[in-house]
């Protein structure tokens, strides 16, 4: 009898991984190909060996002869020429996939420069939309202003003046890198040219654009959310982080428990998406938010949200990436709740606490919990680029100034926020 397959204790597949159909796995297993976290792998001559990126199967089986064929060439001593690339006759699609390799390195090694996982996706959603306007085997060098008219035309037009810069930046990064020079990729005989109507937005118009879809709420707003949420203890804690420390829900659902100080109040957490060291405080009502979330929150967890401050009732992490046919994609368990219970973003609170504390004076403290660099934006501030510690206190006060001002009181330091912060 034949008994089914079983995955060994302990054995877990790679996230890029997609669900393998019948034929996919039988191509698979005839080839002797492993999915790994960095890509494919094979056995050659009685030693583990890597193929290639990850990959579709078919394209993994494509490129496995040629690698067996180098290894066992470079294990004889034989030096195997390398193919060169000649410009004119590279096709759209191989250079992007070219560029999304050299991707691939900065976000698995970190150099030349890091890259992190969120930007490399919108990259190549972004390259995936210009590949199919212009056509994929379009030669490369062939690619003009015509292209770029189109593709702003039919991809472009409608959308926020924040996406139409941030894509606009990712394809002139990519058609920067190929272009010819001593410090370039160097697969194009030419730059490119872009033509008048491929521009991105100024600084004033991404301003005002995001003026228009202001996501911050209002005093009645934030008492309505809270009191809709009051059931749930593990929104409400969420809920708290979101308006004191200024969190998103990735914030909220990596945030490691041990570093969350529950008797001072205090949060030192780097933030996800820049990896700029921040610090928050949290008032009385947060840190009692949280630990009655704690005194509810089941013991049992998988081994991913170990150490985890918030984990799922099934014990599984609430930010996570999808794995099977949704790979790619990712949950977001606090961030949907939220808003599904209140009918606001939780992205929200973030930009609740950003607008209230902008007329705040201390402009480091306030750096300090959104996780911005400091002088990033305008002239940068030599004393505080040298300066790498803040007292706690000042963001202690920042946060008695914001949270009286969210909720529609008037916060008794609102007249001199510098002075010590009132006791709750």
Request: proline share 7%; net charge positive.
């Amino acid at each position: 009898m034949k008994h089914p397959r079983r995955k060994r204790k302990g054995m877990k597949l790679p996230p890029w991984l997609p669900k393998l159909t019948a034929h996919a796995e039988k191509l698979r297993a005839a080839h002797g190909l492993t999915a790994k976290k960095d890509g494919w792998y094979k056995s050659v001559d009685g030693r583990t060996r890597y193929v290639c990126k990850p990959c579709k199967v078919s394209e993994a089986v494509e490129i496995t002869p040629g690698r067996i064929k180098a290894i066992r060439a470079k294990a004889q001593g034989i030096r195997v020429p390398v193919e060169r690339i000649t410009p004119g006759l590279l096709t759209l699609e191989g250079l992007i996939e070219l560029y999304l390799a050299w991707l691939t390195q900065r976000l698995e090694t970190g150099y030349p420069k890091k890259l992190t996982r969120r930007t490399y996706d919108d990259i190549t959603e972004t390259l995936s939309d210009f590949s199919e306007c212009i056509g994929p085997q379009k030669a490369a060098d062939a690619v003009g202003a015509a292209d770029f008219t189109l593709y702003a035309r039919e991809y472009l037009a409608g959308k926020a003046s924040s996406t139409i810069r941030r894509r606009i930046i990712y394809i002139e990064a990519f058609a920067n890198w190929a272009a010819p020079g001593s410090r370039k990729a160097g697969h194009l005989q030419r730059p490119w040219q872009y033509g008048t109507d491929f521009r991105k937005p100024s600084d004033d118009e991404v301003s005002t654009s995001a003026a228009d879809s202001d996501k911050a709420y209002t005093p009645a707003q934030l008492r309505q959310a809270f009191l809709r949420v009051k059931k749930s203890p593990i929104l409400r804690a969420a809920g708290w982080l979101g308006l004191c420390a200024a969190f998103l829900p990735k914030d909220v659902g990596t945030l490691p428990e041990a570093i969350v100080d529950l008797k001072s109040g205090l949060i030192r957490f780097p933030r996800g998406k820049t990896g700029v060291g921040r610090m928050c405080w949290l008032p009385p009502h947060a840190v009692l938010a949280i630990s009655r979330y704690l005194e509810v929150r089941p013991d049992a967890c998988q081994p991913e949200a170990k150490g985890l401050l918030f984990r799922s009732s099934n014990g599984l992490p609430h930010y996570r990436d999808a794995e099977g046919e949704d790979w790619g994609q990712r949950f977001d368990g606090i961030g949907n709740r939220w808003s599904k219970m209140t009918g606001l973003p939780f992205s929200g609170l973030r930009s609740t606490f950003a607008t209230i504390a902008d007329d705040f004076l201390d402009q480091r403290s306030v750096d300090t919990v959104m996780g911005h660099k400091v002088g990033h934006v305008g002239r940068r501030v030599r004393s505080r680029h040298y300066a790498k510690r803040i007292k706690p206190e000042r963001i202690q006060k920042l946060v008695a100034y914001v949270l009286p001002l969210a909720f529609g009181r008037v916060p008794r330091a609102a007249a001199a926020p510098n002075e010590p912060a009132p006791k709750s």
